[in-house]
C-alpha cells in the first residue's frame, strides 16, 4: 500500500468549470477571479478579499502596502514557511525571529514581546498547520507598542478562535491554495482585510500598479481606454481557470474540513496513548482546520533537551526520528516534517549570524516534528493500516 502525505480533492466539478472558463475566452484574471474572492470573503468574515497567484505574491504585496524599509524590523516565528521571512527581507528590513511553543507550533508571544525595540514596524504571527495563534495576546501586544499585524494565514483556511477566522484579528492575512492545503487552485493565495484602504492597494499592486483591471475595464463604459498607473506594481494575478478549480473546491468546503477533522480525531484517538509522539491538541475556543496533522517526536525528551539547550542531545533524537520517518516509508507511509526553522536555513543563518540554539524550540521542531498523511479522500483502509503501523512500531 502506498499512502501519500496528502492527495488533493479533484472531481469532474474541478474539470467541469475550469472548461468553462477555456470556452468563455476569458483566461486570465476575470469574472471567476470575482467570484472566487466574493466566496472567500463571506466564508472568513473578511470585508474584502483580493485573489493573488500565490500566498508568497500576497505577502510581498503587503510588505510593500506597510511601506517597510531598511531600519525597520517586523518579529515573526522563527519556525514557519521561507516565504514569510522572503516578504520582509526582500524589503531591506530585517525579520527578527522568535521562538515558538511546542504546544502550539506558534508563536510564543511572550518570547516575542523581548524581540519588539524602537525599530519595530509590525509582527507577522503565523496561524500554522490550521491552529490560529494566540491572536489576542499579539493584538494587545500591537496596540501597546503602536505596531501593524499581518497574519500569514498560510494553512488557515477554516480555522477559527471563538468565532473569528484566522487573518482577520490584524491588519490583512494571507491564505494559500497550495495543492497541500485543505482547497487548492493550483498555486495561488488570497489576501483577507476588513481595510478598504488595503484592499484598493492590493488590487492596484497585484496589477502592475493600476487603477483598473483589464477586467473592470472590460466591463466599463470605455474599454478601449487604458488604465492610469500611479504605482509601482506587480504581475501576481490569479487566473480564471485557477479560480474556477478554486470555486469547484470551495463547494466541497464543508465536507473537507469535516473530514479532516474526523479523521484528525480517529487519529489522536488511537495514538495519543504513545509515547514517543505528540499529538495536536485543541484548547477550548479553537476550531482547527488540520490542513497538517503535526505530531512532535518523543517529547518528554525533546522538551527536557530544549529547556537544557542541549544540541547534541536534540541532534541524536533527529537520527532517531529519521530512521522512524524511513520505516513508514519502507512500509509505503510517505511523511514529511512539519515546516523548518528559518534561522538554519543558509541564507538567513550567515547574514544574521545565528546559531542553532539561539531558538531552541525551533530548531527542535524542524527536527522533530512528524507531519502524518492527512486528506478527505483517505480510505479506511488506507486509515487503519497507517494507525497499525504506527502503533506496531518499536521506537
Known amino acids: 500500500m502506498h499512502i501519500p502525505i496528502t492527495r488533493p480533492y479533484i472531481t469532474d466539478r474541478e474539470v467541469e468549470l475550469v472548461g468553462e472558463s477555456l470556452q468563455s475566452g476569458w483566461l486570465v484574471q476575470g469574472p471567476r477571479v470575482e467570484e472566487f ?3 472567500i470573503s463571506l466564508y472568513t468574515g473578511a470585508k474584502y478579499a483580493v485573489a493573488v497567484n500565490s500566498c508568497t505574491s500576497g505577502q510581498m504585496i503587503l510588505s510593500r502596502i506597510l511601506g517597510l524599509h531598511p531600519g525597520q524590523e517586523v518579529v515573526l516565528p522563527a519556525f514557519t514557511w ?15 525571529l522568535a521562538d515558538i511553543s511546542l504546544d502550539t507550533f506558534n508563536i510564543d508571544t511572550g518570547e516575542m514581546s523581548t524581540h519588539i525595540g524602537p525599530a519595530t514596524r509590525a509582527l507577522c504571527p503565523v496561524s500554522l498547520f490550521g491552529r490560529t495563534a494566540d491572536m489576542p495576546k499579539i493584538m494587545e501586544t500591537a496596540r501597546l507598542n503602536n505596531l501593524e499585524v499581518v497574519e500569514d494565514v498560510a494553512c488557515g483556511l477554516g480555522s477559527f478562535l471563538h468565532g473569528q477566522h484566522c487573518g482577520t484579528f490584524g491588519n490583512a492575512g494571507v491564505l494559500s491554495f ?3 492545503k485543505s482547497i487548492t487552485t493550483g498555486e495561488g493565495g488570497v489576501i483577507i482585510t476588513n481595510d478598504k484602504k488595503i484592499y484598493e492597494m492590493a488590487r492596484s499592486l497585484r496589477e502592475h500598479g493600476a487603477t483598473k483591471s483589464d477586467y473592470q475595464r472590460h466591463k466599463g463604459s470605455a474599454p478601449h481606454q487604458m488604465s492610469a498607473y500611479p504605482h509601482l506594481g506587480f504581475n501576481m494575478r490569479m487566473t480564471d481557470m485557477q479560480a474556477a478549480v478554486g470555486l469547484a473546491q470551495h463547494e466541497k468546503l464543508s465536507e473537507i474540513l469535516e473530514k479532516r477533522r474526523q479523521l484528525a480525531q480517529e487519529y489522536t484517538d488511537r495514538l495519543s496513548g504513545l509515547r514517543w509522539l505528540k499529538t495536536p491538541t485543541i484548547p477550548e475556543g479553537h476550531n482547527h482546520s488540520f490542513q497538517t496533522y503535526c505530531t512532535l517526536f518523543k517529547p518528554q525528551e525533546t522538551t527536557d533537551a530544549v529547556g537544557k ?9 533527529h537520527q532517531e526520528r529519521n530512521q522512524v520517518m524511513e520505516n513508514l516509508a519502507s512500509l509505503g507511509i510517505m511523511t514529511r516534517p ?3 526553522a528559518l534561522h538554519i536555513q543558509e541564507y538567513y543563518q550567515k547574514k544574521y549570524g545565528y546559531n542553532k540554539m539561539d531558538f531552541p524550540a525551533a530548531y527542535a521542531a524542524d527536527r522533530l516534528t512528524i507531519a502524518l498523511p492527512l486528506y478527505p479522500t483517505m480510505k479506511k483502509e488506507e486509515k487503519d493500516y497507517l494507525l497499525d503501523q504506527l502503533t506496531k512500531l518499536n521506537v
Open 82 to 96: 521561507i516565504s514569510t521571512a522572503h516578504a520582509v527581507e526582500f524589503t531591506g528590513a530585517k525579520p527578527v
Open 37 to 39: 474572492e466574493e466566496k
Open 338 to 340: 512539519g515546516t523548518h
Open 178 to 180: 497550495h495543492p497541500r
Open 309 to 317: 539547550k542541549d544540541q547534541r542531545r536534540l541532534d541524536e533524537l
